[in-house]
């Protein structure tokens, strides 16, 4: 008889990375359990095949509903969480309303602490799982105008470092991805949170806020950028591994910048960071 498919649940799976990781993990013979917080992406991703439910981080019911459907489709036996979505949220620490600062933290912090833990009892009852958490180079390097998403990154990869001590000997590990920049609809999406989000005619950095607008608005590819495959292929490692690392370091950016940390005096890098557009 064949072994059954491992299961792996993915969040935000509308566009960008999550999207690619889903055909990804089911071109690679995984169960992909597909959710989006939009009906309209769910009904296109159930149209392309996968078992897809609504998820959206910022609503504790609605990840209620998508553990009980996970638990039934899978027969409360859930290989893997791939903490996928989340948004960045641009602009000045000084420009940071509390409200919008919280809010940050409710998606890619709280949405996904919440998820992980109502999915985890099914894992430690395995004695084997995988959560991967899709982190940033951002999440330990920071860089000016992306203090809100720094910060809910940062707060990630810290809660991510004490679950992994935590679960050892369980059987379940804790990955986490290092991107950026990747290919995807993130910087779309940051736009509509900065023009929601930040007063920029009133901020002290006005001009520089129209100097970021035109980066949002470019279609022009970040220096160093790559697809979401280059995500992928990590992804399955993290899955795949008998013994997966701790981290996957995925672009040119976050190998160069852990490597300039770990050596360079603290003063030597802010230079660095700060010539960051
Ligand atoms: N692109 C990069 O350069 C880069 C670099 C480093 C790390 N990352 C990380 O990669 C992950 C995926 O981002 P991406 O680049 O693929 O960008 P993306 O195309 O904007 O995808 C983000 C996904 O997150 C979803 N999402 C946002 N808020 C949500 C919520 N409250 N509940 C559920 N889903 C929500 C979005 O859904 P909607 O379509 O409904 O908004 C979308 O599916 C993120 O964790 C991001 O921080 C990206």
């Known amino acids: 008889m064949p072994f059954p498919k491992k299961s792996v649940l993915i969040t935000g799976c509308s566009s960008g990375i999550g999207y690619h990781c889903a055909h990804a993990l089911r071109d690679a013979g995984f169960h992909v359990l ?31 509903r998508a553990v009980a459907w996970c ?46 833990v109502k999915l985890l009892p099914m894992m430690i009852e395995a004695g084997e799982g995988r959560i991967v958490q899709n982190s940033s180079v951002l999440g330990f390097a920071a860089l ?10 940062f707060a990630l990869e810290g809660l991510s470092d004490t679950l992994r001590l ?10 986490i991805l290092e991107p950026g920049p990747i290919r995807s609809r993130f910087r779309e999406n940051a ?13 002290r950095l006005a001009s520089v806020y129209e100097k970021k607008l035109s980066q949002l608005r470019s279609s022009e590819d970040a220096p160093f950028t790559l697809g979401p495959e280059a995500v992928a292929a ?38 660095i960071l700060a010539k960051v557009e």
């Open 191 to 203: 736009l509509k949170m900065f023009e929601a989000h930040i007063d920029r005619r009133k901020s």
């Open 144 to 153: 000016r105008y992306r203090g809100a998403y720094n910060a809910s990154k």
């Open 234 to 271: 990590a992804l399955l490692k993290a899955l795949q591994a008998p013994s997966p690392k701790r981290r996957y370091r995925i672009t040119t950016p976050t190998k160069l910048f852990y490597w300039m940390k770990k050596f360079f005096p603290e003063s030597w890098m802010d230079s």
């Open 71 to 116: 638990r039934t489709l899978t027969n409360d036996r859930l290989y893997a969480l791939f903490n996928n979505a989340a948004y960045g949220q641009p602009g000045a620490v000084e420009d940071l309303r509390r409200d919008v600062l919280r809010a940050q933290f409710e998606t890619n912090l709280f949405g996904t602490h919440e998820l992980t």
């Open 166 to 175: 935590e679960l050892r000997g369980t059987g379940v590990d804790v990955v």
């Open 34 to 64: 597909a959710t989006a917080r939009d009906e309209a992406d769910v009904a296109r991703l159930a149209k392309e095949g996968f078992d897809a439910e609504r998820l959206n981080l910022d609503d504790s019911a609605s990840i209620d």
